[in-house]
């Protein structure tokens, strides 16, 4: 593998901001991952994965570690009958790349997660999800190298530890590469159309249910996604900054009773799930806030936006800023969905 010195990080950042990596490598291989860990260890460094840079906040300051971008392609589509497929996509693909082959072949399972951002094996740190949908509905394993050894290992679903926004994987961030994943994808699902945005768009577009299909469904659901979030061509953005709390019914109970119309879904844990959006928006008017180069955009105040020249720095004390406007009003203490790496 060719190492190279001092690569501005910014050029790989969908946020458009971040400081240098002292080494810098590409992994087109399995093998070019185990040589980069070696080496890892051989200058006595770390090993932070980069894939699309969608969902990261890098820091301004230098990076004192071996920055490994993941370029491992390929996709591999496995009949296991009629109707069921398999497929193993390589973490170097791009995610929505891989949606709309699969939605081309008529295939049900991912089409929901349409026009996500980043590439296929960032998918399962974060377990991600929209529309009803989560990666972990789909997903059979995550093939991965060990750091601690260099040896490969396969997680089952069950070893994912999936959650809302959540995995195994993100508990223990850099104790595991992963090189590849396997879905399961049918040829006879059912369109899920639970979430409100897609119920309200097939009741305003007199769409059928019996047009419904996984092209129509993608469609759809870019089309929701066009009118919600910015043009990442043109700003600077990781998309939804911030996870949707889940708190206690209690908590929910005490909020109903400030803000009668606040929005909350009993999740499975029979906890209940508050639209962050819906607080931003309604209580704390931060639709379109901005401060300097940074604000939350215009038609979802969940998305950070870099409007230009704003560094990392800026990004983080806003994202802050939001947080604690939020506990006050509310008392709720928010999570990030971006990663945001630390600058120390």
Not at 60 to 81: P, Q, S, T
Not at 267 to 289: C, Y
Request: proline share 3%; aromatic share 10%; net charge neutral.
């Amino acid at each position: 593998m060719n190492f190279r010195k001092d690569i501005p990080l910014d050029q790989f950042s969908t946020f458009k901001t971040g400081g240098k990596a002292e080494i810098f490598g590409e992994a087109y291989s399995i093998e070019d991952v185990k040589e980069a860990i070696q080496e890892a260890k051989n200058k006595r460094k770390g090993v932070f994965v980069l894939g699309g840079g969608s969902n990261v906040l890098i820091p301004d300051d230098d990076f004192n570690c071996i920055v490994l971008k993941m370029n491992i392609k390929g996709i591999e589509w496995r009949n296991i009958n009629d109707e069921e497929f398999e497929v193993e996509i390589g973490a170097g693909e791009n995610w929505d790349g891989l949606v709309e082959e699969s939605v081309n072949k008529g295939l049900y399972g991912v089409e929901n997660l349409s026009g996500i951002p980043g590439t296929v094996g960032a998918a399962p740190i974060q377990n991600i999800g929209a529309y009803g949908t989560e990666l972990s509905d789909t997903l059979s394993s995550v093939k991965t190298i060990d750091v601690s050894c260099g040896k490969e290992k396969v997680f089952k679903k069950n070893e994912c530890e999936f959650s809302y926004r959540n995995s195994i994987f993100k508990k223990y961030p850099g104790h595991f590469v992963i090189t590849s994943i396997v879905l399961k994808l049918s040829r006879k699902g059912k369109a899920n159309v639970n979430y409100k945005d897609i119920g309200n768009y097939i009741s305003e577009n007199n769409i059928s249910s019996d047009e419904l299909n996984p092209s129509i469904l993608r469609d759809i659901v870019l089309s929701i996604r066009r009118g919600k979030f910015p043009d990442i061509k043109k700003y600077g953005t990781a998309g939804s900054f911030f996870k949707n709390p889940v708190i206690e019914k209690e908590e929910f109970d005490e909020l109903k009773r400030k803000f009668p119309n606040i929005p909350g879904f009993k999740t499975e844990s029979s906890r209940i799930k508050i639209p962050l959006a819906w607080i931003l928006d309604n209580v704390l008017n931060l639709k379109g806030f901005r401060e300097g180069n940074v604000g939350c955009f215009e038609k979802q105040p969940l998305v950070i936006v870099n409007f230009g020249g704003a560094s990392s720095k800026e990004i983080k004390n806003f994202s802050e800023l939001i947080k604690k406007r939020i506990k006050d009003e509310t008392n709720i203490d928010v999570d990030n969905e971006v990663n945001v790496l630390s600058d120390k």
